[in-house]
């Protein structure tokens, strides 16, 4: 994996997210029926995605659940970008706020911007109403509570999103309209299979750079992920 993505899982300690056993290489069950995926899985969607992942960049992350691939996101992005964590579940919409909050509160809040020192500026503003605390830049990230397989429209376009639960086929086409001309997404799909009825993969969605902005997809590997 690149030097980047080792450094911003090590930035995140996953004691801070996981109720047990929190560096096993396994998923662990964080309630409601939800998971924190396998510190491998966590690897290679950051190492997929980590053209996408630059300092400045935008990304989503749908079924944020912990919120701990937010926080590594964030370290990235870094001060300059976004990251959108959405999460259904009320429950685990206020864990992955929570658990961020033990070490990474700053990413959640914004940070104030820095003032003109200009007298001229002073006395053009000295009759303004001072106590107004609007001057943050907006936080790198922010955690949402809504239905993920209709993306966030509010902050799109992204360069790239991430899925951390299966979804059905006909999710990733709305999520992709979310995408950045040249952006990427990864996501698990669940698929029919002659053999077996169902079976997950997990699918790497790229959109052309042009005014086409044609979506184009390839299968990874299998998976297997809780549903989205």
Same mark, same amino acid.
């Given at each position: 994996k690149s030097q980047r993505v080792i450094a911003a899982m090590k930035k995140v300690d996953r004691a801070d997210f996981s109720p047990s056993d929190p560096y096993d290489d396994c998923p662990q069950r964080i309630g409601y029926g939800a998971t924190i995926s396998a510190p491998h899985m966590h690897a290679h969607a950051l190492d997929e995605l980590k053209d996408k992942l630059k300092p400045g960049c935008s990304a989503l992350d749908v079924g944020s659940g912990s919120g701990y691939l937010v926080a590594c996101m964030a370290y990235m992005v870094g001060d300059k970008?976004?990251?959108?964590? !959405?999460?259904? !579940? *009320?429950? $685990?919409?206020? $864990?992955? =706020? *929570? @658990? !961020? @909050? =033990?070490?990474?509160?700053?990413? $959640? !809040?914004?940070?104030? *911007? =820095?003032?003109? #020192?200009?007298? *001229?500026? @002073? #006395?053009? @503003?000295k009759d303004k109403d001072n106590d107004n605390d609007n001057d943050c830049d907006d936080p790198v990230v922010t955690l949402v509570k809504g239905d993920g397989r209709k993306g966030y429209l509010p902050k799109a376009p992204y360069d790239c999103i991430h899925v951390g639960a299966a979804a059905q086929p006909d999710v990733p086409d709305v999520l992709a309209a979310q995408l950045k001309k040249g952006g990427k997404m990864v996501i698990p799909v669940e698929i029919k299979d002659n053999y077996s009825g169902t079976k997950q993969v997990f699918r790497m969605y790229n959109k052309s750079n042009d005014e086409k902005e044609t979506v184009t997809w390839k299968d990874i590997m299998g998976v297997r992920y809780v549903p989205l």
């Open positions: 970008g976004t990251v959108v964590g !959405i999460e259904h !579940i *009320k429950e $685990l919409y206020d $864990l992955g =706020k *929570k @658990n !961020i @909050n =033990k070490s990474h509160s700053h990413l $959640l !809040i914004g940070q104030k *911007k =820095k003032k003109k #020192d200009s007298s *001229k500026d @002073n #006395d053009d @503003n």
